[in-house]
């Protein structure tokens, strides 16, 4: 079985990377197309992925080249020959349909990583109005694949399936060092997020980044005017150009938290860092399972907002606490709560690992995947037996 698997970036989207390399591990034929230049190109090469170097994200601000865009991809297409498209993007997702048309015969599979365009009425129409009788969706958490059936598309064309992770590498053995690094006081309580700062999209009416930093920052000076001792660390970096965004947020906490906001930056050891916290908060505004998955594979106390796929891993009352986006007052209840019983916030921890380690063994997500592929290419007219 041959798949060609579409990026749009060459940087980020390690949750692909992962789930490529484990069906190159089940003997499918893995090619993927994504942009030069990034280190995913020399990852995917090191995975036994055969790597095709393009850009094929729906060119929104240039849309005059988008017939050589499609040129390109036709050309892809007819050299690999594959038996299925898994597209990663809504960009690459739009540039496959429209160039290859509603009527090709090889199938098309977009796995949605994120639900942002399915909660905006315009940009879920533009969506699905591309689709054709080769297309089928994988939801990639239990928001998104009941919203497409909401939105008419019928059980047999729509599946679920998590981007796992790989539990190996979230296991911290050394002991965590960064209370002592900060010099904080015994009595202080760390609390946590992580996330890459994106700036607010005005287009979709934000008027906050989507990652809801601003909101932590105001639930954090909240949780001190009541007298909760705590200092808030932020890790990551500006996402795709946002370094003006990410600089307004430093001042903002500045000035509403002085030394109590940390900003970290981007940083290679964020599973050291989740280890050192009482508490990690992730207090987006849209998400798929996202950092909450990360802070409970490692066992980390959570808190994340009740959007998306956020739900799948955090169960209120039993694996952590979710509280409505957009809330720094509910945000602030929920911190004080966690960090005035920790014993408790603990046990859900635990219990919130093993609800994650379930949902988001990369391994067995990757087997659900390729069981799809089956599952799809058996439906064709005359489909021959597939060995993989």
């Known amino acids: 079985m041959r798949v060609l698997h579409l990026l749009k970036t060459s940087v980020g989207a390690q949750w692909a990377l992962r789930q490529m390399r ?5 003997r499918i034929d893995v090619h993927v197309a994504l942009p030069p230049g990034g280190p995913m190109v020399a990852a995917c090469e090191a995975a036994g992925i055969t790597v095709h170097r393009g850009q094929f994200d729906f060119p929104v601000t240039r849309p005059w080249v988008f017939g ?9 297409v007819r050299e690999v020959q594959p038996d299925l498209i ?8 739009l540039t496959t349909r429209l160039a290859l048309g509603a009527t090709h ?9 994120g639900p942002l365009h399915l909660e905006h009425t315009f940009y879920r129409r533009a969506e699905l109005g591309t689709a054709g009788k080769s297309d089928y969706w994988i939801g990639s958490c239990r928001w998104t694949h009941e919203r497409y059936g909401r939105a008419g598309v019928p059980a047999e064309r729509r599946f679920l399936s998590y981007y796992g992770s790989d ?6 053995t050394e002991a965590p060092t960064l209370r002592e690094e900060l010099s904080l006081l015994p009595t202080q309580r760390l609390i946590g997020m992580v996330a890459y700062f994106y700036a607010p999209r005005l287009w979709l009416g934000q008027s906050r980044g989507i990652k809801g930093h601003e909101d932590l920052v105001d639930a954090v000076a909240l949780c001190v005017a009541r007298g909760v001792d705590v200092v808030c660390v932020f890790v990551g970096g500006a996402w795709n ?5 990410e600089h307004r947020v430093r001042e903002y906490a500045n000035a509403r938290l002085g030394a109590r906001a940390i ?14 916290l009482d508490l990690a908060v992730h207090p987006s505004h849209s998400e798929n399972v996202g950092g ?11 808190i994340a907002t009740s959007v998306g796929g956020f739900p799948d891993v955090v169960v209120p009352g039993e694996t952590g606490w979710l509280v409505p986006p957009r809330s720094p007052a509910a945000l602030a209840g929920a911190i004080t709560e966690a960090l005035n019983d920790p014993a408790h916030a603990r046990r859900m921890a635990a219990e919130g690992r093993r609800r994650a380690q379930r949902l988001l063994d990369v391994r067995e997500n990757a087997r659900e995947i390729a069981g799809i592929y089956r599952t799809i290419l058996a439906r064709r007219p005359g489909a021959p037996g597939l060995a993989a």
């Open 22 to 26: 484990e069906l190159v591990k089940l």
């Open 68 to 76: 050589r865009v499609a040129r390109d991809l036709r050309q892809l």
């Open 86 to 93: 898994h597209s990663h993007f809504v960009g690459t997702t």
């Open 105 to 113: 015969e090889t199938p098309r599979v977009f796995q949605v990583p």
């Open 167 to 172: 539990l190996d590498s979230l296991q911290v």
């Open 241 to 245: 150009g946002a370094d003006e965004y």
């Open 263 to 276: 900003f970290l930056g981007t940083r290679p050891d964020v599973a050291r860092i989740y280890r050192a």
């Open 292 to 302: 909450a998955a990360e802070s409970l594979l490692i066992g980390v106390p959570t």
